[in-house]
């Protein structure tokens, strides 16, 4: 029974260390995304107008990317053509078969996410077209590339995965970040491990002892006289680090 405790115990600690440790890049505006060291992924300058990339595929499929933001800039398009793009794009395909376009992405339904170690721009389904499709474009890291291009491997239309080659896709220094010191960083630890420490100790004495009110606090009575010696050592010090008589002492008689 205590080793399953223990184990338990383990285990909720490992998933509260494992999610603090796991972090997002936070989008920022229209095309970056920030970590808390300030680290990041830029986007503003793979095109330096308002134009897009465009990737076309043997499946008479055109892509149309537009990093920043949703452009509204006139597609290339005949003029019988059903568009669902006309509105604002980040992301729009046209189907040269079917004589329409399927909008695959605008800003309010693109994230940063990382799989690996490959971070990959994502769409959600858009539920205002005819079609729903869930889109991503890999980030490809090419750091010597002179101009970013966008390829489209497509297999299965329903699902629409591309990907940017560009000097641009690779992790840069968005912000400057004032770093703390060591004090600063080792209280904030210690902090942390005092919360998770009474965090789970009140668990445990709750579900699997039973206690209530000041009994839930593990290590009750070592902390009390964690207390009472902290108290002695602050009056020790404040005192000039003389001895104080107590009143059944022989200095104070």
């Known amino acids: 029974m205590k080793f399953i405790i223990k184990k338990s115990l383990f285990i909720i600690l490992l998933v509260i260390v ?18 808390s060291d300030g680290s990041g992924y830029s986007l ?4 330096e ?10 499946q008479n499929l055109t892509f149309y990317y537009h990093p920043c933001g949703d452009s509204k800039k006139p597609l290339p398009l005949p ?13 729009c395909m046209y189907d040269i078969n079917n004589n329409k376009t399927v ?19 994502l769409f959600t ?20 590339a002179k101009t970013s291009n966008l390829y489209a491997p497509l297999e299965k239309i329903d699902q629409v995965h591309l990907t940017l080659y560009s000097k641009f896709s690779c992790p840069m220094q968005i912000k400057e970040i004032t770093h703390h010191g060591f004090f600063y960083t080792f209280f904030v630890i210690l902090l942390t491990l005092l919360f998770v420490y009474l965090f789970i100790g009140i668990l445990f004495n709750y579900f699997f002892i039973g206690a209530r009110g000041y009994e839930l606090i593990p290590n009750y009575d070592f902390w009390c006289r964690v207390w009472r010696s902290l108290k002695l050592g602050y009056i020790y010090v404040k005192n000039g680090c003389r001895v104080i008589p107590t009143e059944d002492s022989y200095d104070a008689i």
């Open 18 to 35: 494992s999610e603090s440790i796991a972090e997002e890049c936070s989008l920022q505006n229209t095309c970056e995304c920030v970590y």
């Open 103 to 121: 909008l695959l992405g605008q800003q309010s339904n693109m994230s940063f996410r990382k799989f690996g170690d490959t971070m990959n721009v």
């Open 49 to 58: 107008d308002d134009s897009w990339l465009e990737a076309i595929t043997n």
């Open 79 to 91: 003029d019988n053509v059903t568009n669902d793009c006309k509105s604002g794009f980040v992301l």
């Open 44 to 47: 503003k300058s793979v095109i």
């Open 125 to 144: 389904k858009q539920p205002t077209t005819s079609e729903e499709k869930e889109s991503s474009i890999t980030l490809e890291c090419t750091p010597n």
